[in-house]
């Protein structure tokens, strides 16, 4: 057990609907990182929040944003879904420059 | 921007054999982390490894160890003593240490599926 936890673990939702992941992260770690798993791009960084604000963004699609809140979960939300946002997302946290713990991810399927 | 390359998409390997995953970088950084991720089944990312580029001594972790090639800028990994359990998807992953941004996202491989013959 990684320590960093991730709701819904799956979730089956319709193309163009709106659809909000959760993220818990280690105790005492102020950072989360989202990053993306799917087949053809791979694992790909998305953004990055340390301690509410936002420190770096990836290649995160404008439909999507996320949060991060006083204490201290995430949360990333994706909108007007697409096929193509099937994916595994993934939140990692850490602390400062310390070693990321991932959480088990969200499986999204998108139909 | 950092890549990360692995070249052997699946790869095999007898029970209580010895493999070895390969990995190359492209950095115009001098200090950095480098990471082996496995990711079994249950789609857990799990920490293998870590070699920090300013050590020269490559990272050993029982029966996981590295060949850190810093001038080539290569990063295989080598399992030895191969089990079933070891049967996973490993992903090299590149961090910057540069404080700059004060982000350290980590830069993923493609992955290698490796399987456990018994």
């Known amino acids: 057990d990684s320590g960093v936890t991730q709701t819904p673990k799956h979730l089956i939702t319709a193309t163009g609907q709106r659809v909000t992941l959760r993220c818990s992260p280690r105790s005492g770690d102020l950072s989360v990182y989202w990053y993306q798993q799917s087949l053809d791009q791979g694992l790909q960084f998305l953004i990055h929040y340390y301690n509410g604000e936002e420190r770096a963004k990836g290649n995160i699609l404008e439909r999507f944003s996320a949060q991060q809140f006083p204490d201290l979960h995430s949360e990333l939300n994706l909108s007007s879904l697409e096929l193509g946002d099937s994916a595994l997302y993934f939140c990692?946290?850490?602390?400062?420059?310390?070693?990321?713990?991932f959480g088990q991810g969200t499986r999204l399927t998108v139909v | 921007a950092q890549t990360v390359t692995q070249s052997q998409p699946e790869m095999s390997v007898q029970e209580a054999e010895t493999v070895t995953l390969s990995c190359t970088y492209d950095?115009?950084?001098?200090?950095?982390?480098l990471f082996w991720y496995k990711q079994p089944p249950s789609r857990q990312m799990i920490l293998v490894i870590r070699q920090e580029a300013y050590k020269q001594q490559n990272a050993t972790e029982n029966r996981f160890s590295v060949n850190f090639q810093k001038a080539a800028k290569s990063f295989s990994l080598k399992i030895s003593d191969s089990q079933l359990g070891d049967a996973a998807m490993y992903f090299c992953?590149?961090?910057?240490?540069?404080?700059?941004?004060?982000?350290?996202?980590?830069?993923f491989g493609k992955g290698t599926k490796l399987s456990v013959i018994p």
């Open positions: 950095t115009s950084e001098s200090d950095y982390y």
């Open positions: 990692a946290s850490s602390s400062d420059i310390g070693e990321a713990f």
């Open positions: 992953a590149y961090r910057s240490s540069m404080a700059g941004a004060g982000s350290y996202q980590l830069t």
